[in-house]
């Protein structure tokens, strides 16, 4: 068993981490660390914890611990880490985006590995810090790596997408309260997206060009999952472009191709990528679903930690879906 600390315990990412955990056979929760809640029960900040476990919030952690994992806002992490030092052997798990461009990926002696698998399993595994990606960032790049690789996004790539209200945190704000968000849609940030950063990154490390993107984030009026399309100039046949999807991701644990058109809850409450391809002309029409709080956060942290650990993949990780 190894030992695990939470740091942001009472948001949503950290709320998942802990459900996660609680159910990992080879991970004991340590710690979970608030600033707002030591002392208190974890279930008093996630109820539908009751009886599955009697710790408390803490106000301190313990640096020894085998893996941390920081599910705090941007910004936080970097002083959480300048304020507070772990063990030579800790991992580090950070959930925000203070270390996910290759200018931030190196901090106080870590060096931080982009923890997307489909991308980088081989340096994940060896790596002792992970800057875990963004939930829209991941369903984009998954939807796009094959082309990517392929040379094939030479051309603008136009995306919309549009994720659940737990993307935001537990915050209350204007565009989260309930009489705002429910039966109702808005979009937010047109093509100026915090995650077009580590987007464009990842795309360009196949080494080959990649077209501008154009990417309209919205707001839906459910708490879960991300619904991304894509669309891109595409001049081979709809069954090359399922040959190049499914030889990309043949060793992918969580990222499958779909022969029917999505939908988001289909993954809701899963760690599961999934991929439709639809050809129209010369237009190649890529949609991609994830849960925002498992493959897009926390779900990925603890596939990343299996991968650093030598654990399956998959351990902790197979979830079932709320479909109906
Ligand atoms: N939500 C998503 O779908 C999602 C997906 C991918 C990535 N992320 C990223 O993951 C991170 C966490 O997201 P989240 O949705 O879990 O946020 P959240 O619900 O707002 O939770 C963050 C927690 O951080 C703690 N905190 C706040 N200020 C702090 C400070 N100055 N120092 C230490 N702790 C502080 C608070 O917990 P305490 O009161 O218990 O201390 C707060 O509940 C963010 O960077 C976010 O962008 C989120």
Same mark, same amino acid.
């Given at each position: 068993?190894?030992?695990?600390?939470?740091?942001?315990?009472?948001? %949503?990412?950290?709320?998942?981490?802990?459900?996660?955990?609680?159910?990992?056979?080879?991970?004991? /929760?340590?710690?979970? %660390?608030?600033?707002?809640?030591?002392?208190?029960?974890?279930?008093?900040?996630?109820?539908?914890?009751?009886?599955?476990?009697?710790?408390?919030?803490?106000?301190?952690? *313990?640096?020894?611990?085998?893996?941390?994992?920081?599910?705090?806002?941007?910004?936080?992490? @970097? $002083? &959480?880490?300048?304020?507070?030092?772990?063990?030579?052997?800790?991992?580090?798990?950070?959930?925000?985006?203070?270390?996910?461009?290759?200018?931030?990926?190196?901090?106080?002696?870590?060096?931080?590995?982009?923890?997307?698998?489909?991308?980088?399993?081989?340096? /994940?595994? $060896?790596?002792? $810090?992970?800057?875990?990606?963004?939930?829209?960032?991941? !369903?984009?790049?998954?939807?796009?790596?094959?082309?990517?690789?392929?040379?094939?996004?030479?051309?603008?790539?136009?995306?919309?997408?549009?994720?659940?209200?737990?993307?935001?945190?537990?915050?209350?704000?204007?565009?989260?309260?309930?009489?705002?968000? *429910?039966?109702?849609?808005?979009?937010?940030?047109?093509?100026?997206?915090?995650?077009?950063?580590?987007?464009?990154?990842?795309?360009?490390? &196949?080494?080959?060009?990649?077209?501008?993107? &154009?990417?309209?984030?919205?707001?839906?009026? &459910?708490?879960?999952? /991300?619904?991304?399309?894509?669309? @891109?100039? %595409?001049?081979? +046949? #709809?069954?090359?472009?399922?040959?190049?999807? *499914?030889?990309? %991701?043949?060793?992918? !644990?969580? +990222?499958?191709?779909?022969?029917?058109?999505?939908? #988001?809850?289909?993954?809701?409450?899963?760690?599961?990528?999934?991929?439709?391809?639809?050809?129209?002309?010369?237009?190649?029409?890529?949609?991609?679903?994830?849960?925002?709080?498992?493959?897009? !956060?926390?779900?990925?942290?603890?596939?990343?930690? *299996?991968?650093?650990?030598?654990?399956?993949? +998959?351990?902790?990780?197979?979830?079932?879906?709320?479909?109906?």
């Amino acid at each position: 068993m190894i030992k695990a600390g939470i740091i942001g315990g009472s948001g %949503y990412t950290g709320g998942e981490l802990i459900r996660l955990l609680l159910n990992h056979p080879q991970t004991e /929760i340590d710690f979970v %660390y608030s600033t707002t809640r030591a002392g208190k029960p974890i279930t008093s900040a996630h109820q539908d914890l009751l009886g599955q476990t009697e710790l408390k919030f803490t106000g301190e952690v *313990n640096p020894e611990v085998d893996v941390v994992f920081l599910c705090l806002g941007h910004g936080n992490s @970097t $002083s &959480f880490l300048k304020e507070n030092t772990f063990g030579e052997n800790t991992k580090v798990i950070d959930l925000s985006n203070d270390f996910r461009l290759q200018n931030d990926a190196d901090f106080d002696g870590k060096h931080f590995v982009y923890g997307l698998p489909e991308l980088n399993r081989a340096e /994940i595994q $060896s790596a002792n $810090s992970i800057a875990n990606p963004g939930c829209f960032a991941t !369903a984009i790049q998954l939807g796009l790596f094959p082309l990517a690789k392929a040379g094939l996004l030479n051309d603008g790539v136009h995306i919309n997408a549009v994720t659940g209200s737990t993307g935001a945190g537990v915050g209350l704000s204007a565009t989260s309260h309930f009489s705002w968000r *429910n039966n109702n849609v808005s979009w937010y940030k047109p093509f100026t997206h915090q995650h077009l950063g580590e987007i464009g990154e990842s795309l360009g490390s &196949f080494g080959n060009s990649v077209g501008k993107l &154009f990417f309209l984030p919205n707001r839906g009026n &459910f708490t879960r999952g /991300i619904l991304a399309t894509a669309y @891109t100039k %595409y001049n081979g +046949t #709809l069954e090359e472009a399922k040959e190049l999807y *499914n030889a990309f %991701y043949t060793d992918a !644990a969580f +990222t499958h191709l779909s022969d029917e058109a999505l939908h #988001l809850k289909q993954v809701v409450n899963t760690n599961q990528c999934h991929i439709h391809l639809h050809k129209h002309d010369d237009l190649l029409l890529i949609t991609s679903a994830i849960d925002n709080l498992l493959k897009g !956060a926390s779900g990925q942290a603890v596939q990343n930690m *299996n991968l650093m650990f030598g654990f399956p993949e +998959t351990e902790g990780l197979l979830l079932k879906a709320g479909v109906f």
